[in-house]
């Protein structure tokens, strides 16, 4: 029996048993769409091209749902389970006829744009692996995972479907689960992957507004939030211009905004948004051009926690030129960096940069290559310079940047370690903050804020500073490969010398310090690192402790840390440090537990080392901390 013959017998099987249960016919079918009409959808999305922006899968999704419903159903009503079936398999059926070409009517939402939820970082992975699966690999994923169909039902949905390979599918399937596993049903939850569940931003209001004044007195733009059923690519609907159709449509080219060149010294705003635009391919409506589809069509990569819809509004241009022989273009739109790289080994990577400032909006990446980094600087950067965390006495190496763009500066460094080189930036005169700060290039397109926060004091917790002096300098040449993540995404990193310890029997002075990560999606983590007295800076910090979470940061000010250590003449001690709040610590263990007083925040006992041993320690108001596990 073929495909198309099983699939008909099945259909057919299913109206008559439907027609059997009681009357109600098409009405009674389009009762179960209605009601199952947001699983329906969840299911279309997963298969329709996971290449398409979310926009696009989204209104390729209810397409697909709109149309499952048949012209006639046989008399009788629906039994929902049996009506289901069938429609699931028509969804099925339908966004697979999508992917391979099939004509595309999809809903349009005038000068709106809508797209899913971002979900977590595991959600992000499925949606990256869905990009490398094919179509029928698509729909047994969805099968099995969002609608928990065993592989034998499975098989038969996709063989009535149309599918030449249902076991090859399962396979790319079980596959795609085990490179981005989701824990069980929340593939069927997550709103990542749910059409019905959507964010709306304004689409480009000037343009908008523009076309209003076309369409003036015309019923052409009843409601900017109406859907039209309109096939991409097709004619504009009778009676209305296709000038009108062009300028409204929201994916419609148009030319990026452009800050004055002097707007930095006149806002009180000092971010990616009083940037200039630079380079000597401005007049490039091309290239621009190019980069703003691939932008719109989703032809881009993305650093992590990054929503992936097009650009909100009309993007603002800051570069345009080339770097190295190579055409880029950099697009911002308020809370995201967008870099074009023009040429077949290009393309569009996109970064999150909402919430930026005079430091973390003060440079990003152009290009980089085997002889590091080129840099695009803010123009109220006065004077850039290269510095090496390892070598905190040796002099900072000039930078001459032509029109903004830095010559290569060689990588920060990897896994883990800045042992590279760090720029050194200092803000012009025209800046009442006017100071030097360092950032690292952490592989994204905007480098990650060094600071430094002082070991403690009396009174209130104190401010992180920037990472230029000589404690700072020295605290970073011995930390700088102790850094819990190097990677794109990284907004900040802060160097706490939480606590100074005197060793046992004179040893010397030690420093805890408590390594902070915060990211751009406001998450973080904190690694607590104990500094040993060292005549040398090849002595690294060693680690204690590393959690997620937001210790070590504005939020969260108390931190206690522990760690053993062997003196010269081979005893044994635990040590433990607090920060400024902690008055005890208490130390528990097979070798007894005590409890005592500790006015600077340090304790050191002898214990036999590779024993389970538990710190609390207890702050000024009584509250209980332990360290990071």
């Known amino acids: 029996m073929d495909r198309q013959t099983l699939r008909r017998t099945a259909e057919a099987a299913a109206a008559r048993t439907v027609g059997r249960r009681r009357p109600g016919g098409l009405p009674g079918a389009e009762a179960v769409l209605v009601s199952q009409y947001g699983r329906l959808a969840r299911l279309a999305y997963l298969i329709v091209p996971a290449e398409l922006d979310r926009r696009r899968r989204l209104l390729a999704a209810h397409a697909v749902v709109r149309a499952a419903l048949p012209g006639r159903w046989g008399a009788g009503s629906p039994d929902a389970d049996q009506v289901y079936a069938v429609l699931r398999g028509r969804v099925v059926r339908g966004a697979l006829r999508f992917t391979r070409g099939q004509p595309r009517l999809l809903p349009r939402a005038w000068g709106l744009r809508l797209f899913t939820p971002d979900g977590g970082p595991a959600e992000l992975a499925v949606d990256r692996a869905l990009t490398g699966v094919p179509a029928a690999g698509r729909a047994a994923y969805a099968l099995r995972f969002a609608e928990s169909l065993g592989p034998e039902e499975t098989a038969r949905v ?23 596993p989701l824990p069980e049903g929340r593939l069927a939850e997550s709103p990542r992957f749910d059409p019905c569940t959507v964010r709306v931003r304004p689409g480009d209001l000037l343009r908008q507004r523009r076309t209003a004044r076309l369409a003036a007195g015309g019923a052409l733009l009843l409601a900017l939030g109406s859907l039209w059923a309109v096939p991409t690519g097709s004619p504009a609907p009778a009676g209305r211009p296709a000038s009108v159709d062009a300028a409204v449509r929201s994916d419609a080219p148009a030319r990026p905004l452009r800050a004055a060149t002097d707007l930095w010294q006149r806002t009180a705003r000092l971010d990616l948004s009083a940037w200039p635009a630079r380079g000597d391919r401005l007049g490039d409506d091309a290239l621009i051009g190019r980069a703003l589809a691939a932008w719109r069509e989703g032809r881009l990569q993305i650093e992590p926690g990054t929503d992936v819809s097009g650009p909100a509004g009309t993007p603002q241009l800051l570069f345009a030129g080339l770097v190295d022989g190579t055409p880029v273009v950099v697009l911002y739109d308020g809370a995201r960096l967008a870099r074009f790289t023009d040429g077949p080994l290009g393309g569009l990577m996109l970064a999150r940069a909402d919430d930026s400032d005079v430091v973390t909006g003060a440079a990003l990446v152009l290009h980089r290559d085997g002889a590091g980094a080129r840099f695009l600087l803010a123009p109220w950067v006065e004077s850039a310079e290269i510095r090496r965390l390892r070598a905190p006495d040796g002099p900072a190496a000039a930078l001459r940047p032509v029109d903004g763009v830095t010559g290569p500066v060689p990588s920060a460094g990897s896994a883990g370690c800045l042992d590279g080189a760090v720029l050194q930036l200092r803000s012009s005169r025209a800046v009442a903050e006017k100071h030097a700060f360092l950032l690292a290039d952490v592989g994204g397109l905007l480098p990650a804020h060094l600071t430094y926060t002082p070991p403690p004091q009396q009174g209130e917790a ?33 160097a706490w010398a939480f606590a100074r310890q005197d060793l046992p029997q004179q040893a010397g002075t030690a420093t805890w310090v408590c390594l902070r990560t915060d990211r751009w999606t406001g998450t973080g983590s904190a690694a607590t690192e104990l500094l040993l007295p060292a005549g040398r800076l090849d002595e690294p910090a060693r680690r204690t402790a590393v959690a997620e979470g937001r210790g070590c940061s504005r939020f969260d000010q108390n931190t206690v840390g522990r760690a053993w250590w062997r003196s010269a003449d081979g005893s044994d001690y635990l040590l433990a440090a607090g920060s400024r709040r902690v008055s005890r610590i208490s130390v528990s263990g097979p070798e007894g537990s005590l409890e005592v007083p500790v006015p600077d925040g340090t304790l050191a006992v002898r214990r036999a080392p590779g024993q389970p041993v538990t710190v609390v320690a207890t702050l000024d108001d009584g509250t209980r901390i332990t360290p990071p596990s």
């Open 462 to 494: 104190r401010a992180p500073r920037e990472a230029t002096g000589s404690d700072a300098l020295l605290t970073w040449a011995r930390t700088a490969c102790e850094v819990p993540e190097l990677r794109p995404g990284v907004k900040a990193l802060n």
């Open 158 to 180: 996709l063989a009535a479907a149309g599918v030449a390979d249902p076991a090859g599918a399962l396979r790319q399937a079980d596959r795609l689960q085990a490179d981005a």
